[in-house]
């Protein structure tokens, strides 16, 4: 079945130290793909999204994230994380073009160590 | 701010009551959706409407009713809930314009929804 991965569900990182978020898809064509973040008792905030060209996608935050077609991967990273940082990621995709459909990964929450 | 209100943001109702959830967008937008996010699930797509008009129905139990009367405006209407029910509805819009490279979908924060 087609869907969205976010392999890790929990990750703790410490303050200052780089963090990297995995998210994988199986649609077989490129799909338009989105992270999210979700702070507790809030809504879903876009911080980048990626529909063609260049593979590195710069958001805000201080967030990057890489498309790797070979891989089918697009991974969330960030150099140095600060404790607001902590919330819950979520990779979607927009499976074809023309979808309206955001397909959503499980999660990954991220805690923070001071 | 992210141009998606939600009222009310916390809701608790028992089974046999009817209440409505509101979602106003002020972006100028053309779609909107419901997405329901429970614990440990991932987040669901319930409802799109276009320009007003019903787009996709996912598979949605009937105690759910959406009413979207305008672009700006979507309601979900809830009568005879069960106590699984109980997650986070999010409200989200966009503007469609037939190439998903500009359909960004923005949420609002929410209505935390308890069924007892």
């Known amino acids: 079945a087609q869907s969205v991965t976010q392999p890790d569900i929990h990750i703790t990182v410490s303050e200052g130290a780089s963090l990297e978020l995995r998210c994988n898809y199986s649609?077989?064509?490129?799909?338009?793909l989105f992270w999210y973040v979700q702070s507790p008792g809030q809504g879903l905030q876009l911080l980048l999204k990626?529909?063609?060209?260049?593979?590195l996608v710069q958001g805000i935050k201080g967030f990057e994230a890489e498309f790797k077609r070979s891989q089918s991967s697009f991974n969330l990273r960030k150099p140095s994380v600060h404790w607001s940082d902590a919330a819950e990621y979520f990779c979607?995709?927009?499976?074809?073009?023309?979808?309206?459909?955001?397909?959503f990964g499980q999660g990954t929450r991220l805690t923070i160590n001071p | 701010e992210t141009g998606v209100t939600q009222t009310p943001r916390h809701l608790v109702m028992g089974m046999t009551n009817k209440k409505s959830l509101k979602c106003e967008q002020h972006?100028?937008?053309?779609?909107m959706y419901w997405y329901k996010q429970s614990a440990k699930k991932p987040l669901e797509l319930m409802f799109v409407?276009?320009?007003?008009?019903?787009?996709e129905n996912n598979s949605v139990p009937s105690r759910f009713s959406p009413e979207c009367p305008n672009s700006s405006h979507l309601f979900l209407h809830l009568h005879t809930l069960q106590p699984e029910d109980s997650a986070l509805y999010l409200c989200?819009?966009?503007?469609?314009?037939?190439?998903?490279?500009?359909?960004?979908?923005?949420f609002g924060p929410g209505t935390r929804l308890t069924v007892l």
């Open positions: 989200a819009s966009s503007m469609p314009t037939g190439h998903s490279s500009t359909d960004t979908q923005y």
């Open positions: 649609y077989g064509a490129t799909p338009y």
């Open positions: 990626y529909f063609s060209g260049d593979t």
């Open positions: 979607a995709v927009v499976p074809y073009q023309g979808a309206q459909k955001l397909v």
């Open positions: 972006l100028g937008h053309n779609a």
């Open positions: 409407y276009n320009f007003k008009e019903q787009t």
